[in-house]
């Protein structure tokens, strides 16, 4: 099966510099990138005692988060690693402390791509010969539906929206073309008038919340809503890594802005005198206009996701 890759990580600080430049995309890609920071720096890395593991764990947490605060996979990454070196046990060797980081890390890895490859199984059983789908954004585990169900010899059209700034659905473009899926681009401010041409919305996530609601690239909310009007079915496919425990606890999920460089560019105005950009990157959609998340466990109801976690934790830390 066609497999959309990782990049290929050198060092802890090159994983910070292809999340700050935005060369990693997809929140699975960014909650393995994360386990790769804290993998590499055990490995590669001289640290000489156990206060400077702990040091280096912080540093590369808050990095990463204030790179990417929207990007669960990156917390739930960092809170795996935290909680070893935070246990008491851990100080009493210094090497035994830096293997359970690897070993932990290595798993998070290990079963994100194994979630990612079940999660396309059950997605492309629900596609069907002739359907029509709408998309938004780029999402790896979207891209690994469509590629199995490809592979599975169904044929099916895509309408492929532009995501707006950054317009991350140019990569998914370039998979179709590769694999000769159909498929017609669109404005963002298009999808309404698509929406009658197509089936259902497959949408990927970036962080999900316990009360099953979905934090997405901005104009996911938009779509699912849209649809909702015209009655079309939306799906969320991701991996169950991708939900934010916090949110168990009142905590609301941090919705990235972006520079306003990336949406006004110069010259478009005479003057920005009281003009106001903002550059909303990330918003939510609520559990009642989502259909069913398509994840490693089946096609389930969004209020079922954290009955789930435990199974999901025993993998990662066994």
């Known amino acids: ?169 140019r990569k998914a473009i370039g998979y179709f073309q590769e694999l000769g899926i159909p498929v017609t681009l669109i404005t963002d401010a298009s999808v309404y008038e698509f929406l009658p041409q197509c089936d259902y919305v497959i949408m990927g996530a970036d962080s999900m919340d316990v009360d099953g609601s979905v934090a997405n690239k901005m104009g996911t909310a938009q779509i699912a809503k849209l649809a909702k009007a015209c009655k079309k079915d939306i799906y969320i496919a991701s991996e169950l890594y991708k939900l934010d425990l916090r949110t168990q606890t009142g905590y609301k999920i941090v919705l990235e802005r972006r520079t306003k460089d990336e949406i006004v560019f110069e010259g478009d105005y005479e003057t920005m005198d009281g003009l106001e950009v903002i550059n909303q990157f990330f918003d939510v959609t609520p559990a009642t206009d989502i259909k069913a998340i398509i994840c490693e466990f089946g096609i389930i109801n969004p209020s079922q996701m954290l009955s789930f976690w435990s199974n999901l934790e025993k993998e990662i830390l066994k």
């Open 1 to 169: 099966m066609l497999k959309v890759l990782d990049l290929e990580f050198k060092s802890t600080d090159h994983v910070i510099e292809e999340v700050e430049n935005m060369n990693v995309k997809g929140g699975s890609p960014f909650g393995r990138a994360a386990a790769w920071a804290f993998k590499l720096a055990c490995e590669q890395e001289q640290i000489y005692s156990f206060s400077a593991l702990k040091v280096k764990v912080d540093d590369i947490t808050t990095k990463l988060n204030n790179l990417k605060p929207t990007m669960s996979t990156i917390n739930n990454t960092c809170k795996f690693v935290q909680d070893i070196v935070n246990d008491p046990d851990s100080e009493v060797d210094l090497a035994v402390a830096k293997g359970k980081i690897i070993k932990v890390c290595d798993h998070i890895i290990k079963n994100s791509f194994e979630a990612v490859e079940k999660t396309s199984v059950f997605g492309a059983q629900r596609i069907s010969d002739g359907d029509t789908i709408m998309m938004h954004s780029y999402s790896s585990t979207l891209m690994g539906i469509f590629i199995a169900a490809k592979e599975a010899g169904k044929n099916f059209k895509v309408i492929c929206t532009e995501s707006r700034p950054l317009r991350e659905s």
